[in-house]
C-alpha cells in the first residue's frame, strides 16, 4: 500500500522514459486502484502491468477481492501470488495458492509465484526443504501457464539483510533443478540499487524482485539497466 496516483505516474513516468536494452524485461504490480491509471502512463514502452493478487473463483460474493479475468480488463498480462506478506497476513496456504494460480491460468495470465522460507527453517538447515515442498504445494498439479518464481528469503524481506551469496545460489539451482528448463527465478529478499549487480551475477539468479528499492525512480531504473 505504497504511493498515490500523482507519485505512482511520476514513477512510471520516470521508468517509462529511461532507455533499457530490449532484451530487459520489466514487469510492475501496483495496487489495484492504480490498474487503469499506470496502463495509459506506461503505454507502448514494453513494461508490463501486473495486480498484486487474484481470487480463485472468477465472480461471486468475495466482497474486497479482484478475479484474475478483472485484472485483464484492467489491462495486466501477470498477477503476483504467494508473496510471503500473503501467506502470512491472510494465512493463504499452498492450497489456495494453487487455486488462485489455477484461475490466473484460465483467464490468460502469466504468474510470478512467490516461495521462500522463514528464519527457523534457515537456521535449522531446513531452507531448501521447505521452499522445494511450498514449490510444490502453490503450484496446481500440471500447468501450461508462462510462469516464474521469485525466491525470497521471508526473514531478509525488509531486514537490509541477505543469504549469503552460496547460500542463494544453492536455493535458485535446486529451483531450476525441480523446475527444468524455461522457467525464470529471481531473488526478491531485500534487493536494492547497491547489492543489485552483485545479486545478478550469481549462477541461476535470472532476475529480481524489488520491493521498496522499487519505490525509488533513480534505483530502479539503475537496477533495469544490469543484465
Known amino acids: 500500500m505504497n504511493l498515490n496516483r500523482q507519485s505512482a505516474s511520476a514513477l512510471l513516468k520516470a521508468m517509462a522514459g529511461e532507455a533499457v536494452d530490449s532484451a530487459v524485461k520489466r514487469l510492475v ?5 492504480l490498474l487503469e491509471s499506470a496502463r495509459q502512463v506506461i503505454g507502448q514502452s514494453g ?13 461471486g460474493a468475495h466482497t474486497g477481492d479482484i478475479s484474475a ?7 495486466c498480462s501477470w498477477v503476483l501470488l504467494g508473496h510471503s506478506e500473503r501467506r502470512q497476513n491472510h494465512n493463504e496456504s499452498g492450497e489456495i495458492i494453487a487455486k488462485k494460480f489455477a484461475a490466473a491460468e484460465a483467464a490468460g495470465l502469466s504468474v510470478m ?3 521462500g522460507e522463514n528464519r527457523t ?7 531448501v526443504e521447505s521452499v522445494l515442498k511450498m ?19 521471508v526473514w531478509a524481506i525488509g531486514s537490509g539483510k541477505t543469504p549469503t ?15 527444468g528448463a524455461g522457467v525464470a527465478v529471481l531473488y526478491g529478499g531485500s534487493a536494492n540499487a547497491e547489492n543489485a549487480a552483485e545479486l545478478m551475477a550469481l549462477d541461476g ?18 537496477i533495469s539497466k544490469l543484465r
Open 29 to 33: 504490480f501496483p495496487s489495484f486502484t
Open 47 to 59: 513494461i508490463e502491468l501486473g495486480g498484486q493478487d487474484c481470487h480463485h473463483e472468477g465472480k
Open 69 to 75: 479475468e478483472m485484472l485483464v480488463e484492467a489491462g
Open 113 to 115: 509465484l512467490c516461495v
Open 121 to 127: 527453517e534457515r537456521e535449522n538447515g531446513k531452507a
Open 135 to 153: 514449490l510444490k504445494t502453490s503450484m496446481p498439479s500440471k500447468t501450461d501457464a508462462n510462469f516464474a518464481i521469485a525466491y525470497e528469503p
Open 165 to 179: 551469496p552460496k547460500d542463494i545460489t544453492t536455493m535458485h539451482q535446486a529451483l531450476h533443478n525441480a523446475l
Open 205 to 222: 539468479v535470472d532476475g529480481l524482485l524489488i520491493g521498496g528499492a522499487s519505490l525509488d525512480a533513480d534505483a530502479i531504473n539503475a
